[in-house]
């Protein structure tokens, strides 16, 4: 008889005035019983509506039937199947419009928490099982990937799955991706990313850190080192600006600046870690989506007494995940919507002492679909701020595109491929995530690099019988 | 793991290693760059490559001990190996066309502007080298420029070496006595640097100046390198280090430059604790 219980099992969570003083994590994960006792709530529906919403299929019904029947370990197998980051994708994925939104329970009441669930299955694999990693046979051909984002680590496992020679090259001396330097720890543990990599390295991939492709070696002399192919997943990283008076002001940050100084470089343990931020008292962050409400909460935990999200649409509008939202809104975030900033002001130090903002109303839908916001004539007025945060948004990086011949990218500057093989325009060349779509998911950009992975071995194979 | 291969000490505060990077050494060209991490919890700093060697695999880097990293840098020996090193990063100088140079260093820049007067000199280009320290005791790489250059002035700001003046003045005198140069470098403090451009102006001589704003990924990822130069915002570590001096906005740098001050002295007296001996010494 299955839970028909309208809601989720709550997820226990740090309370929200002792969370945002720390950097550890968030919520706690189910117990035993609880997972049980969500996972009796799925009606194991024989049209897996929620698997058409995953973009990797996880065999959704069948993991969590497992779970219901306490077979926990047997539940990350059939997880880790379609899926090989799953203690990462219960975490971060947008559930709520993946394969939650298709959840039948989710007409009436609350669809089966199936990320929790499969977080749960891959924090308990970890927690007791230790299995001897069996390396594939070698197959004596070696394919390079460029940036070990989720979308380069997936290509590098699958790849070495199937016997080949994987090297991965990163420009940073760590390898991850948005998962070390722009996901903060509260919401991602960085032990859980490199236990993810850690384990792909005793699947034979070798990772090369401090390798800027396009500066310390190019694609082409990839091709002369007798790598076969080559995989692109360097992401988006490239900041906007805003483009307004004042942003070079001390106290303005990118949000990608200032994450990775708290993530990748640990500046919140400053002075232990030797990489300092600037800690402001009263900090604005620009912009609606999720790095926007990460560098919010980051501020937040940083010690700043007011921290401000200021966006220019309405919250309906808002790209970020809802319970990222909700769980700022706890945390004391302060939200100034249907605002938009017109300059930011400066003291005679040079440093920031406000933002004059203006107040927005929504007209004519544009080309998003999203109704374009439009200033309120009169309405401006100064947000009495230290520190700016710019988060509205990142490109992909010139860096690849520009020392690659023959690389086709579209005036976004993203990589065009193949939807179906992630083949580039150039022989050998295979590109995936955020490179290719502009910023995206980790879901996705993990589907890129599978769906590259298979491409690759083909291709490397039908060159072999030529 | 990066090994030092060799290591000197210029003066009291000035030091060079050389370290075994072969990625690097083959593509380093002058003007270009290195960002590196002593240690696992450490700072990425840049620094410039100041030389290189193809066959051995080598890069030279020379720095300043100014706070807790080049310090702890600077108090590693021959044979000791450094957590990172990554680059060759910035744009290569570029010196088409250009018959007559002065290249000129302003204390340590003296040492980022070595590679460039010496691919100059290479490229059978007459160059004049113009170096100023606050000392004698300060001086640098007297001999390296001497044979880099057809001419060379150093000068102190206290006169102790003989030569008292600035860079800037040597700069106007030679100038003035009709030297026609088709470019000056300019390397150093960016109060100098805005010095020298003030000087090369009237007389509308190209004047590049190499530009050090706080960096953290030096590929262009995070913004924080940002440098305003002829009104428009440019990264400095993909833009640059290199730009037109002339365009550059020097006091919006100088003002970038002291965001982190306090945490840098925190950092300092930190390190100062756990390095003790090393440092006093
Ligand atoms: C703050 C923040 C929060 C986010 N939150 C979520 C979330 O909750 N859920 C979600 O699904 N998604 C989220 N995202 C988006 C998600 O992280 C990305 O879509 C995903 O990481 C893209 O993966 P990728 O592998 O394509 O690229 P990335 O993760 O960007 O990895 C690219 C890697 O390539 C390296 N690289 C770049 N250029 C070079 C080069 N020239 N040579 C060598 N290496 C290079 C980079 O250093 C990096 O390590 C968030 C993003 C950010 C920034
Ligand atoms: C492209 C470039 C090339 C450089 N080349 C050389 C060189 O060849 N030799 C040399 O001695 N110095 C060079 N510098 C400066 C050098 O990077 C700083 O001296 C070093 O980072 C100081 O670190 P610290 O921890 O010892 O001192 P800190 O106490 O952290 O800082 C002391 C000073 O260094 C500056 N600084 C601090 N952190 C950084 C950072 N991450 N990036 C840039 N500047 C910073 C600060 O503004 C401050 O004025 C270069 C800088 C740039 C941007
Ligand atoms: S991978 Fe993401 S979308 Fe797929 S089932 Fe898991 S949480 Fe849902
Ligand atoms: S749609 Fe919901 S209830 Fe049905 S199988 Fe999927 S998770 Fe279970
Ligand atoms: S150092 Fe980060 S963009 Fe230049």
């Known amino acids: 008889m299955p839970n028909m219980s309208l809601k989720k099992v709550p997820m226990?969570?740090?309370?929200?005035?002792?969370?945002?003083?720390?950097?550890?994590?968030?919520?706690?994960?189910?117990?035993?019983?609880?997972?049980?006792?969500?996972?009796?709530?799925?009606?194991?529906?024989?049209?897996?509506?929620?698997?058409?919403?995953?973009?990797?299929?996880?065999?959704?019904?069948?993991?969590i039937t497992l779970i219901a029947a306490g077979e926990f370990e047997k539940a990350y197998e059939k997880i880790y199947e379609t899926n090989s980051l799953p203690a990462i994708c219960g975490r971060v994925c947008p559930q709520e419009t993946q394969c939650e939104q298709q959840c039948v329970r989710g007409i009436k009441g609350e669809p089966v928490a199936i990320g929790r669930l499969e977080r749960f299955a891959a924090d308990w694999y970890m927690k007791h099982i230790t299995?001897?990693?069996?390396?594939?046979?070698?197959?004596?051909?070696?394919?390079?990937?460029?940036?070990?984002?989720?979308?380069?680590?997936?290509?590098?496992?699958?790849?070495a799955k199937m016997g080949y020679d994987v090297t991965v090259f990163?420009?940073?001396?760590?390898?991850?991706?948005?998962?070390?330097?722009?996901?903060?720890?509260?919401?991602?543990?960085?032990?859980?990313?490199?236990?993810?990599?850690?384990?792909?390295?005793?699947?034979?991939?070798?990772?090369?850190t401090n390798m800027v492709i396009g500066k310390t070696l190019n694609v082409d002399e990839l091709f002369e080192e007798g790598y076969e192919a080559v995989f692109i997943g360097s992401g988006a990283g490239l900041p906007m600006f805003m483009g307004i008076p004042g942003e070079n002001l001390n106290g303005v940050y990118s949000a990608n600046e200032f994450l990775t100084r708290i993530n990748l470089m640990k500046a919140y343990k400053f002075p232990e870690a030797d990489t300092p931020v600037f800690r402001g008292r009263n900090v604005a962050v620009v912009g609606g989506g999720n790095?926007?409400?990460?560098?919010?909460?980051?501020?937040?935990?940083?010690?700043?007494?007011?921290?401000?999200?200021?966006?220019?649409?309405?919250?309906?509008?808002?790209?970020?995940?809802?319970?990222?939202?909700?769980?700022?809104?706890?945390?004391?975030?302060?939200?100034?919507?249907?605002?938009?900033?017109?300059?930011?002001?400066?003291?005679?130090?040079?440093?920031?002492?406000?933002?004059?903002?203006?107040?927005?109303?929504?007209?004519?839908?544009?080309?998003?679909?999203?109704?374009?916001?439009?200033?309120?004539?009169?309405?401006?007025?100064?947000?009495?701020?230290?520190?700016?945060?710019?988060?509205?948004?990142?490109?992909?990086?010139?860096?690849?595109?520009?020392?690659?011949?023959?690389?086709?990218?579209?005036?976004?500057?993203?990589?065009?491929?193949?939807?179906?093989?992630?083949?580039?325009?150039r022989e050998g060349v295979f590109a995936g995530g955020d490179a290719v779509t502009g910023s995206a998911t980790v879901i996705l950009a993990m589907g890129a690099g599978k769906k590259a992975a298979k491409a690759i071995d083909e291709y490397i194979r039908a060159k072999a019988q030529s | 793991m990066y090994r030092i291969l060799r290591k000197e000490i210029l003066n009291p505060q000035v030091k060079l290693l050389e370290i075994e990077a072969p990625y690097v050494a083959r593509k380093a060209e002058p003007g270009q760059f290195i960002i590196l991490r002593v240690h696992d919890e450490g700072?990425?700093?840049?620094?410039?490559?100041?030389?290189?060697?193809?066959?051995?695999?080598?890069?030279?880097?020379?720095?300043?001990?100014?706070?807790a990293t080049t310090r702890l840098l600077g108090s590693l020996e021959a044979g000791d190996a450094i957590a990172d090193f990554c680059g060759p990063l910035g744009v290569a100088s570029h010196f088409e066309g250009v018959k007559k140079a002065a290249v000129i260093g302003g204390g340590l820049g003296t040492a980022i502007a070595y590679p460039q007067a010496?691919?100059?000199?290479?490229?059978?280009?007459?160059?004049?080298?113009?170096?100023?320290?606050?000392?004698?005791?300060?001086?640098?790489?007297?001999?390296?420029?001497?044979?880099?250059?057809?001419?060379?002035?150093?000068?102190?700001?206290?006169?102790?070496?003989?030569?008292?003046?600035?860079?800037?003045?040597?700069?106007?005198?030679?100038?003035?006595?009709?030297?026609?140069?088709?470019?000056?470098?300019?390397?150093?403090?960016?109060?100098?640097?805005?010095?020298?451009?003030?000087?090369?102006?009237?007389?509308?001589?190209?004047?590049?100046?190499?530009?050090?704003?706080?960096?953290?990924?030096?590929?262009?990822?995070?913004?924080?390198?940002?440098?305003?130069?002829?009104?428009?915002?440019?990264?400095?570590?993909?833009?640059?280090?290199?730009?037109d001096g002339h365009l550059v906005d020097f006091d919006e740098l100088i003002r970038r430059l002291s965001i982190y001050r306090e945490d840098e002295r925190i950092s300092l007296e930190r390190h100062a604790c756990r390095l003790g001996g090393v440092l006093n010494a």
């Open chain 2, 118 to 243: 010496k691919k100059l000199f290479g490229l059978g280009v007459e160059v004049d080298v113009i170096i100023g320290f606050r000392n004698k005791d300060l001086i640098i790489l007297e001999q390296e420029m001497a044979k880099v250059s057809n001419r060379l002035f150093v000068t102190t700001d206290d006169g102790s070496n003989g030569t008292r003046g600035f860079v800037s003045d040597i700069l106007k005198q030679r100038i003035e006595e009709g030297a026609q140069y088709d470019v000056v470098i300019a390397i150093g403090p960016p109060i100098m640097m805005k010095v020298v451009c003030d000087v090369t102006r009237p007389y509308g001589i190209k004047t590049i100046v190499s530009l050090n704003p706080v960096m953290i990924d030096g590929t262009g990822m995070c913004g924080g390198c940002r440098v305003t130069v002829g009104g428009e915002t440019k990264f400095a570590c993909v833009d640059g280090p290199d730009f």
């Open chain 2, 43 to 67: 700072e990425r700093i840049p620094l410039t490559i100041a030389d290189y060697d193809r066959e051995k695999g080598s890069v030279t880097i020379i720095f300043q001990e100014v706070g």
């Open chain 1, 170 to 208: 990163e420009a940073f001396h760590k390898a991850g991706g948005v998962l070390v330097y722009g996901i903060p720890e509260f919401r991602l543990p960085k032990d859980l990313v490199q236990r993810e990599i850690d384990a792909l390295k005793a699947l034979g991939v070798e990772i090369r």
């Open chain 1, 131 to 159: 299995k001897p990693v069996v390396k594939s046979p070698r197959n004596g051909k070696k394919v390079a990937v460029i940036g070990s984002g989720p979308a380069g680590l997936t290509c590098a496992g699958d790849l």
């Open chain 1, 291 to 425: 790095v926007a409400m990460d560098a919010a909460r980051s501020a937040k935990r940083l010690g700043a007494d007011n921290v401000y999200i200021v966006y220019r649409r309405s919250e309906a509008e808002m790209p970020a995940r809802l319970e990222e939202v909700h769980h700022a809104k706890e945390e004391g975030i302060i939200f100034k919507l249907l605002t938009n900033p017109t300059r930011i002001l400066g003291d005679e130090k040079g440093w920031v002492r406000g933002m004059e903002c203006v107040e927005m109303a929504l007209g004519e839908p544009d080309a998003s679909g999203r109704r374009r916001p439009v200033p309120k004539e009169g309405s401006e007025h100064v947000l009495e701020v230290d520190t700016v945060i710019i988060a509205i948004g990142t490109s992909p990086n010139p860096l690849i595109r520009s020392t690659t011949t023959g690389l086709e990218t579209n005036k976004k500057g993203c990589i065009v491929v193949d939807e179906n093989t992630c083949q580039t325009s």
């Open chain 1, 12 to 63: 226990p969570e740090q309370d929200p005035q002792v969370r945002n003083r720390n950097f550890s994590e968030v919520a706690l994960g189910y117990t035993e019983e609880m997972a049980i006792e969500e996972a009796q709530r799925c009606l194991n529906c024989k049209h897996r509506p929620c698997m058409s919403g995953c973009p990797v299929n996880v065999r959704i019904p069948e993991f």
